[in-house]
């Protein structure tokens, strides 16, 4: 798996204390108050998992699955949501917790479709964002990294479903792409 990697972009140390400051800056923000973190599934889980165990307020935790990027490296800019959520979020604090945000094509959607199901705040946390990408305008709470416009993978996030349980992050070749 490693010999696929080109450079590491973020340490897995550097992950650690990154997600720390989120959890404490996240707690602070919503001190007496309790949060539904939303995951976007399957990219967000690890980050996720390590982030609400940093978290202080209660934590109702709910998924979506949506796709986007099938096994291409391609965006699609087809958003469908595969496994909706749980419960109902009107009148909740939603935090949706994001792996990595490239055009905004995916979170714009998501945006949309939840802020109609009124809850009682909407926000953005995601570990990754490539600005350079950006199509369409959105405003990002909590973000971990500002990372190249390069195909990453580790930490959760794929390549075709593997490089998942890379405890770092790093560019994957583009031979592996291409
Ligand atoms: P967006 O709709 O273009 O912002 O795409 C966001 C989604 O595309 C992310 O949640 C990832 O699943 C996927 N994605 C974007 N960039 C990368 C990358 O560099 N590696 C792996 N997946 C990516
Ligand atoms: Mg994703």
């Known amino acids: 798996m490693k010999q696929d990697i080109a450079e590491v972009l973020v340490t897995e140390e550097q992950l650690a204390k990154k997600v720390e400051e989120l959890g404490k800056q996240i707690s602070k923000d919503y001190e007496g108050e309790e949060i539904t973190v939303i995951g976007i599934l399957k990219g967000s889980n ?28 391609q965006t699609s800019g087809v958003v469908r949501i595969l496994k909706d959520l749980d419960d109902d979020i009107e009148g909740k604090n939603v935090l949706i917790v994001e792996d990595i945000i490239d055009t905004g094509l995916t979170l714009a959607y998501l945006k949309h479709n939840l802020l109609r199901r009124n809850p009682k705040s909407l926000k953005i946390c995601t570990l990754l964002d490539k600005p350079a990408r950006r199509e369409v305008d959105l405003s990002i709470d909590y973000k971990g990294f500002d ?6 993978v580790g930490y959760g996030i794929d390549y075709a479903e593997r490089y998942r349980n890379l405890p770092f992050v790093g560019i994957l070749k583009r031979e592996i792409y291409e």
Do not use: C, H, Q, W
């Open 147 to 152: 990372i190249p416009d390069e195909f990453i």
């Open 46 to 73: 690890i980050f996720l998992g390590d982030l609400v165990r940093k978290i202080t307020v209660p934590v109702y935790l709910d998924f979506m699955v949506v796709s986007s990027y099938g096994n291409s490296a």
